[in-house]
C-alpha cells in the first residue's frame, strides 16, 4: 500500500557527487523514519543514514561527513546527498520508510533500488 521511488543513482568517478531522492506515496498516515541502505556485491544490505520526523539524523561512520540525509515532511520524501565518493561506496541503494497507515497499521516499506557505481 505504501510505495517508494528513487531516482539519481549512477555512475560516477572517484571525488565526484550525486544525489538520491526517495518519494513515497500510497495510503499513507504518517513517516517516522527515512532512511538509505545499501547493499554492495557480495555483501549484506548496511544502513547508510537514517533521519526521524524531527530531523535527527544517524549516519555509518564510513559516510559521515561526505553524504547528508534530509526530508520534507510534507512532500513525504528524502534525499540523500553525497560528495567525495568512493569506490568503495559502490552499491545498490534502497530507500526506506517506516510509519502508520490511515489504519493505524504500521508499514515498512523498501525502494526498488538505483544502482550507484563510483569508477577508480
Known amino acids: 500500500q505504501v510505495q517508494l521511488v528513487e531516482s539519481g543513482g549512477g555512475l560516477v568517478q572517484a571525488g565526484g557527487s550525486l544525489r538520491l531522492s526517495c518519494a513515497a506515496s500510497?495510503?499513507?498516515?504518517?513517516?517516522?523514519?527515512m532512511g538509505w541502505y545499501r547493499q554492495a556485491p557480495g555483501k549484506q544490505r548496511e544502513l547508510v543514514a537514517r533521519?526521524?520526523?524531527?530531523?535527527?539524523?544517524n549516519y555509518a561512520d564510513s559516510v559521515k561527513g561526505r553524504f547528508t540525509i534530509s526530508r520534507d515532511n510534507a512532500k513525504n520524501t528524502v534525499a540523500l546527498q553525497m560528495n567525495s565518493l568512493k569506490p568503495e561506496d559502490t552499491a545498490v541503494y534502497y530507500c526506506?520508510?517506516?510509519?502508520?497507515?490511515?489504519?493505524?497499521?504500521?508499514?515498512?516499506?523498501w525502494g526498488q533500488g538505483t544502482p550507484v557505481t563510483v569508477s577508480s
Open positions: 500510497g495510503s499513507i498516515f504518517s513517516i517516522n523514519d
Open positions: 526506506n520508510a517506516q510509519g502508520l497507515m490511515p489504519t493505524r497499521l504500521l508499514f515498512d516499506s
Open positions: 533521519i526521524t520526523h524531527g530531523g535527527s539524523t
